[in-house]
């Protein structure tokens, strides 16, 4: 067990919908990060937020976003969901910046189908 | 643009036998730091190693064993005497960490073993 919560662990939706995917790091880690691994692109990374504060960006779409709350916790937003979106959403998080050497540690993920 | 390369896309061994899982990366940037990663059937991604562009001494840990050669910007991953528990998708990643952004992974396109009883 990582100690990174991911909920739901599955979501099935239709076209068009916006759903929020949850996560909550481990005790006393500040980064969260957001990966979306489907079957075309691989694992790519989305986002990190650090202490609240988005701190880099990776090829994530404009309908989605995220943040990070007062309380560490992240949450996903998917809007205007396409077929295109089904994948497994990892959160993972680390204790700081993730400048130095130190290594992430992934939630079990949330499977998104969109039909 | 950092990249990582998996060539092997999937191999199939007998319980056992000795396996190198090949990874071979791509930076630009002298400081970068590499990992090992394994999905097993259950989804989720479990840490295995990780290795700084400044330490290129081979790792041994249990049956794992890592080759890191910055010559050839590669870093294989062996698994000695495989065991069906193995069997699961491990992926090579890639970090270029900068002091005033984030950090993230580029990962390669995942190396799926199978381990036959």
């Known amino acids: 067990d990582s100690g990174v919560t991911q909920t739901p662990k599955h979501l099935i939706t239709a076209t068009g919908q916006r759903v929020t995917l949850r996560c909550s790091p481990r005790?006393?880690?500040?980064?969260v990060y957001w990966y979306q691994q489907s079957l075309d692109q691989g694992l790519q990374f989305l986002i990190q937020?650090?202490?609240?504060?988005?701190?880099a960006k990776g090829n994530i779409l404009e309908r989605f976003s995220a943040q990070q709350f007062p309380d560490l916790h992240s949450e996903l937003n998917l809007s205007s969901l396409e077929l295109g979106d089904s994948a497994l959403y990892f959160c993972?998080?680390?204790?700081?910046?993730?400048?130095?050497?130190?290594?992430?540690?992934f939630g079990s993920g949330t499977q998104l189908s969109v039909l | 643009a950092q990249k990582v390369t998996q060539a092997q896309t999937e191999i199939s061994v007998v319980e056992k036998e000795d396996v190198t899982l090949d990874c071979v990366y791509e930076?630009?940037?002298?400081?970068?730091?590499l990992f090992w990663y394994k999905q097993p059937p259950s989804g989720e991604l479990v840490f295995l190693i990780r290795?700084?562009?400044?330490?290129?001494q081979n790792e041994i840990s249990g049956r794992y064993s890592w080759n890191f050669q910055k010559s050839t910007s590669s870093f294989n991953f062996t698994i000695t005497a495989s065991q069906v528990v193995d069997s699961a998708v491990y992926f090579c990643a890639l970090s270029e960490p900068a002091s005033n952004a984030g950090n993230m992974l580029t990962f390669g396109g995942g190396t799926r073993l199978m381990v036959k009883p």
């Open positions: 005790s006393g880690d500040l980064s």
């Open positions: 993972a998080s680390s204790l700081g910046l993730g400048t130095t050497n130190e290594k992430l540690f």
């Open positions: 930076t630009r940037d002298t400081t970068y730091y």
């Open positions: 937020y650090y202490n609240g504060e988005e701190r």
């Open positions: 290795r700084n562009s400044f330490d290129e």
